[in-house]
């Protein structure tokens, strides 16, 4: 089994530049059905714009 474990000096070695390390490490809270929904919004916008099926704004020449 790998582990992903590492030590500080270990990626400081590898890095090739100076790194700086937090004391404590804060879990980022999961984003909630509105900010999902928003999210995939955007997303199915995007795709319809990079494959040519995006309606033109109002006002567009």
């Known amino acids: 089994m790998t582990s992903f474990l590492v ?3 270990e990626i400081v070695q590898r890095s090739g ?3 700086r390390f937090v004391d404590t490490v804060e879990q980022t809270l ?3 059905e509105t ?3 928003v999210l ?3 997303h199915a916008r995007t795709e319809r714009a990079h494959t040519g099926k995006a309606k033109p704004h ?3 020449d």
Request: hydrophobic letters at 40%; zero cysteines; aromatic letters at 12%.
């Open 7 to 9: 030590t500080h000096e």
């Open 17 to 19: 530049w100076p790194i």
């Open 30 to 32: 999961p984003p909630t």
């Open 35 to 37: 900010k999902l929904a």
């Open 40 to 42: 995939r919004g955007f």
């Open 58 to 60: 109002a006002g567009a």
